[in-house]
């Protein structure tokens, strides 16, 4: 891309200062990227309580110079151009669809409630032999992906393929602006109709806005969405059932895969793809439907159709051997895609040293000497320590990067592993699925058994900007990190909040606040139970005390003058009727004397806990904590004349008692996705998925036992799948004997007998599972809230309670 300022300043409809001649090559609405320079065009989007306008000083500090803003931050109109526009996310899409005019090749625009990027990527395997395609990376496919997506195009592709997903009314024809498809195709609907659409009819017609300008429509005939297809709109479609649909399709099962035969016009053929659920045979279908529509021969679709493979879309990140860390995306090698997982990489380093193991690039739409220099670039950019480069091609061009070792193909490298000496690390994985970058993977993974609680880092910034959204705009919040962020990782979550802008993070332990100094994290830790012994490693690794009693105050303070030191920040913690730790109102005159002419340390906030937030029935209890609070936290302040940050509220304190913000809250459960509340938790986003596999199926007969005692007896023919996950990873032993499920292929499995130490057994009678079949233990459904009801507990013993020998997987979506 180059365009000038002054050719976008009308499209978005901006008002502008600064220079107008100013050349553009990138757009990006991401601080964190490091490819934003002098060139990059940054949209400053403003979200429910992110707002990026936040981060432009420090762009500006990093080089960036053209803004596009809803308003010029205080002082800085002549450091840099801006253009200023009413929305800044209107202004994003305006751009990508004024820049979507200037390409004339056919796009394939997908929309529906399930397949859509599990179609694109398909579509690109099956049709990239023959095209230069752009598609759209990962599923992005929001009304922020999408214009991403669009503006990724350059001259040397022709054809693109982008996918579109909507949550509510009017939010495709803006998504239609900006495609521009030549080329639809509508994935399964799903028969709920979701959330933001009165009913199914709605949702539909919402979603076929898509294809209001397409030459064609491609989809499987059903009544309900012909009477919802505009009259003028030609159709393509499919179906096992209606002999009126243009290809009429029957399947057969073979093992392990199916034969579709399909009838179109004068011809009928055979095509064999490797999967046997209905999703994929329709979504292959969807894929097939357009290569007949692009007059591909039945022969080229039998060969390329048997060679689809399951997508995995996500980023994730692991352990691995010899303390590194790695960011798994072993399926893809395009330049869209390595720079997003460049950018998560910078996010998610838990280690400074940065390798990337890179495949030759596949379809970029670029000639090779031209790619490989912009991939250096990237590269460079991204400052990586080391490349490790796998394929003939990259190797050609190895010496555009500095630092680079080449291999001809995945296999010599795994022979030299030994020599690459992979230690203290974080190293990205990214290779086109043809070099099986599965196999390095599986080397550089920490062993664990099949069992893992994946987190969802989209669903913890989801959660956060929830809760942030109920705060006044001046108040401060801490996030509970505790207990290894409530079993969901510690340093990833904390490495997320500090981009996020949180203003504290909030600890148990000393240890867990010197593990994550230790790994870089940025943020002030307040340590709510700072044990005696721990003070000098406090003091050292800048961490900040909670002081909740006399004895405590004077022992830190004998440390701090022995160390001289100065206004060192501690947090003073009342009692104000938890009965935990703190103050209480008889200590208070003590606590003044001794706080009084002590220059080693200052107050930095005072703090209390409530006891029944969550509860109103305890309403009259909780208001008289925060009335005593406020007694004895101003005669603090008044007696000290002290202006301290005050806080007592946890996350369902911000719920109930939003009067009590004070100048900060204590976020913990409700970041993790709970809510003590049932009508809020239906706004958070679940976070954690606990997952294992079938290890083995066997079928008992009535009579017979399962387990130890024989707690389940089977009263007719009963299958039986062991899952190998049990109480010592946390599983409740009184979540089995039929009181729990777990989730197999959309059903739900009962857990019968006891769950044992590292297995448990359940009933699959009626489900259609193989060994290796992986079993959802927690996450959406079941859920812990739901779990934790079962078994009179609550949510955070579940969670808190998942074993350190679960692997944990962070991704990003
Ligand atoms: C754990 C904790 C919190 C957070 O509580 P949630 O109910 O998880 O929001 C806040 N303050 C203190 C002192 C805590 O110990």
Same mark, same amino acid.
């Given at each position: ?198 009913? $199914?009819? /709605?949702? !539909?017609? =919402?979603?076929?806005? *898509?294809?209001?300008?397409? &030459?064609?429509?491609?989809?499987? %005939? #059903? ?73 591909? $021969?039945? /022969?080229? !679709?039998? =060969?390329?159709?048997? *060679?689809?493979?399951?997508? &995995?879309?996500?980023?994730?990140? %692991? #352990? ?494």
């Amino acid at each position: 891309m180059s365009l000038k300022i002054q050719h976008i300043i009308p499209e978005i409809h901006a008002r502008f200062s600064g220079n107008p001649d100013t050349e553009i090559d990138t757009v990006s609405i991401d601080s964190r990227s490091l490819q934003n320079n002098s060139q990059t065009l940054f949209f400053a989007l403003a979200g429910l309580n992110n707002d990026a306008h936040q981060y432009i000083p420090d762009l500006i500090a990093k080089g960036v110079q053209n803004f596009v803003v809803n308003h010029i931050p205080k002082d800085l109109e002549s450091k840099a151009n801006f253009l200023l526009v009413e929305n800044t996310l209107q202004a994003l899409q305006d751009f990508a669809s004024y820049y979507r005019k200037s390409f004339h090749f056919p796009i394939i625009g997908i929309t529906g409630s399930n397949g859509k990027t599990i179609v694109k990527e398909w579509l690109n395997f099956l049709l990239s032999p023959d095209y230069n395609i752009i598609r759209s990376p990962k599923s992005y496919n929001s009304q922020v992906g999408v214009p991403l997506s669009v503006i990724s195009i350059n001259e040397k592709h022709n054809l693109g393929i982008f996918e579109a997903g909507i949550s509510t009314v009017r939010e495709m024809e803006k998504l239609e602006k900006i495609i521009q498809p030549t080329i639809g195709i509508l994935t399964n609907i799903g028969s709920a109709h979701d959330e933001g659409f009165q009913n $199914l009819e /709605e949702k !539909i017609s =919402e979603k076929l806005r *898509l294809f209001e300008h397409s &030459e064609v429509l491609i989809y499987q %005939k #059903n009544t309900l969405v012909d009477s919802l297809i505009d009259a003028t709109t030609k159709t393509f479609s499919w179906s096992f059932n209606d002999k009126n649909a243009n290809v009429f399709i029957t399947q057969k099962q073979l093992s392990e895969k199916t034969q579709l035969s399909i009838s179109y016009d004068t011809i009928s053929f055979n095509a064999i793809i490797p999967f046997q659920d209905k999703a994929s045979i329709e979504n292959a279908i969807s894929c097939l439907m357009a290569l007949l529509y692009l007059g591909y $021969l039945p /022969e080229i !679709i039998q =060969e390329r159709m048997q *060679l689809l493979y399951s997508v &995995e879309m996500r980023l994730k990140v %692991k #352990n691995g051997i010899n303390n590194t860390a790695i960011v798994d995306d072993s399926y893809s090698s395009d330049y869209q895609s390595l720079k997003i997982a460049l950018d998560f990489l910078e996010q998610q380093k838990q280690y400074k040293k940065k390798t990337i193991i890179l495949s030759d690039i596949i379809q970029s739409g670029l000639p090779t000497d031209e790619l490989y220099k912009k991939v250096s670039e990237l590269v460079t950019s991204n400052k990586i320590d080391r490349v490790i480069g796998v394929g003939e091609e990259i190797g050609t061009y190895s010496n555009s990067f500095k630092n680079i070792i080449t291999y001809k193909n995945t296999d010599d490298l795994i022979s030299d592993f030994k020599n690459l000496n992979f230690e203290n690390e974080t190293i990205l994985i990214k290779g086109a699925r043809i070099f099986q970058f599965e196999k390095i993977t599986s080397l550089l993974e920490e062993k664990t058994h099949e069992t893992v609680l994946e987190i969802n880092l989209n669903a913890i910034s989801h959660n956060l900007n929830f809760f942030k959204s109920k705060l006044k705009p001046q108040t401060k919040l801490m996030v509970m990190v505790k207990a290894f962020g409530y079993g969901s990782g510690g340093f990833e979550i904390a490495k997320l909040l500090e981009y996020h802008k949180a203003d504290y993070l909030g600890v148990a332990f000393a240890d867990e606040g010197i593990a994550l100094k230790s790994a870089g994290i940025t943020l002030p830790i307040m340590v709510l139970n700072p044990e005696n012994t721990s003070f000098s490693a406090i003091i050292e690794h800048n961490l900040e005390p909670e002081i909740y009693s006399i004895k405590g105050l004077r022992a830190f303070l004998k440390i701090a003058e022995q160390k001289n030191l100065e206004q060192f920040p501690v947090h003073i913690k009342l009692d104000t009727g938890m009965h935990r730790l703190g103050f209480q109102e008889d200590d208070l005159d003590e606590l003044i004397a001794t706080l009084k002419n002590t220059p080693s340390i200052k107050v930095k906030s005072i703090l209390s806990h409530m006891a029944t937030s969550d509860d109103l029935t305890h309403h009259e209890f909780a208001k008289s904590q925060i009335a005593l609070f406020e007694k004895l936290s101003a005669r603090l302040m008044q007696e000290l004349s002290i202006n301290p940050i005050r806080h007592i509220l946890n996350t369902s304190g911000i719920s109930n008692y939003p009067e009590a913000q004070y100048d900060m809250v204590r976020l913990g459960i409700g970041l993790y996705g709970v809510s003590n509340d049932p009508s809020e938790t239906k706004y958070l986003e679940n976070v954690g998925t606990l997952k294992s596999i079938i290890s083995q199926i066997r079928t008992i007969q009535s009579g017979e036992s399962v387990g130890y005692g024989r707690r389940f007896m089977a009263s007719k023919e009963t299958k039986i799948a062991t899952i190998p996950i049990g109480y010592a990873d946390g599983i409740p032993r009184s979540w089995g004997n039929q009181l729990g499920y777990v989730m197999i292929k959309n059903q739900k499995a009962s857990i019968v007998g006891s769950v044992c130490m590292d297995m448990l057994m359940v009933d699959v009678s009626t489900i259609d599972c193989l060994e290796g079949d992986p079993v959802i233990i927690f996450g959406e459904d079941p859920n812990v809230t739901y779990i934790a009801e079962k078994l009179g507990t609550i949510p955070y013993e579940i969670l808190t309670g998942i074993s350190h020998r679960v692997k944990r997987v962070f991704y990003r979506e």
